[in-house]
């Protein structure tokens, strides 16, 4: 059966000048059918956000993908068209970036880039299109009294919600989700986020969900993916990862949300948190310099992705 969508061995690099950076290296990914809910989690320049871009063949100068493929329902989605892409990304593929304002087209209407949308890629007069993107801004909490309004009319949550509105306006299979409650206050993340819930279980629809923040992905999506210095580290079921992850970095990041120690008020991981202070390794595993368990093999070879048990994934040489 072929998946929905698939990342083979994708690498991107960026280039200025003669300096070279790798950003994702030889990552894969795969989203296997509709319904199918995944976390996408690392820390800032872990390369989560390059490989969402790259599933949707964005990447653009100084970027560039210099190896693997992206397949969606066994088309290469690198070799399309303009035209098949402007199709892919809207209808098939859909994406909800981290800054609504950026965006938004600030001197557009917030219905205005619903119904541009929906007019230019159905054929849909534009009085059926404002009427079918006033019908989603209202499913996604935004009235008729505010749904001519400017961005900057707007607050940070109604932003984020006439994105989403946009993301779902041809109904694509799949969302991806670039950390959209970043910017939020805590009260509205929690409304953006049963928001979510909500449109991805009614639409059935398949999600990547883009985040550092590990705990707000519980009871949003089924799986997750960790990232590491542009490398896959860990997949697999979210409850076994909450419970039980494999992956020294996996582990580390779920102890730092626990950061005071009750009787001292003091950091509990204070260690691990220093930790991160240190080099990526060139040679062997990337995590070695931050790792508690780290022996020699570890710097000498690098670990590759591996299935440990069922249904989950992790590169560490610990489990080979």
Wanted: net charge positive; with cysteine; charged share 25%.
């Amino acid at each position: 059966m072929t998946d929905l969508l698939r990342a083979n061995g994708v690498s991107v690099e960026y280039s200025i000048g003669k300096v070279r950076k790798l950003a994702i290296d030889k990552v894969n990914l795969s989203i296997p059918s509709t319904h199918f809910t995944m976390g996408l989690v690392g820390e800032s320049g872990s390369g989560k956000t390059t490989l969402g871009m790259a599933l949707l063949n964005l990447i653009n100068r100084p970027g560039k993908i210099t190896s693997g493929s992206v397949e969606y329902n066994g088309r290469n989605v690198l070799s399309m068209s303009e035209t098949e892409l402007r199709a892919y990304r809207w209808k098939e593929v859909a994406m909800i970036f981290q800054s609504a304002m950026n965006s938004l087209n600030p001197v557009k209407r917030g219905a205005d880039h619903i119904t541009e949308v929906i007019k230019d890629h159905t054929g849909s007069s534009k009085s059926e299109s404002r009427e079918k993107a006033l019908k989603l801004l209202a499913e996604v909490g935004i009235e008729s009294e505010h749904a001519d309004d400017y961005p900057h009319e707007l607050s940070g949550g109604m932003r984020q919600r006439v994105v989403i509105a946009l993301a779902l306006a041809l109904s694509p299979k799949l969302i991806i989700a670039d950390e959209p409650t970043s910017a939020l206050d805590v009260v509205v993340q929690k409304q953006i986020l049963a928001l979510m819930r909500r449109e991805i279980r009614e639409r059935g629809l398949s999600l990547i969900f883009i985040t550092h923040d590990l705990p707000i992905l519980a009871g949003l999506v089924d799986h997750i993916t960790v990232m590491f210095a542009g490398e896959v580290v860990e997949q697999g079921p979210a409850d076994k990862i909450f419970t039980s992850p494999l992956h020294p970095y996996t582990e580390a990041l779920l102890s730092s949300l626990l950061t005071l120690d009750a009787q001292n008020r003091r950091p509990r991981s204070l260690q691990e948190l220093r930790e991160t202070n240190k080099p990526i390794a060139a040679k062997g595993c990337r995590y070695q310099n931050r790792c508690k368990y780290v022996f020699e093999r570890c710097r000498t070879e690098r670990p590759l992705l591996k299935q440990v048990e069922g249904g989950r994934l992790t590169a560490c040489h610990k489990y080979n």
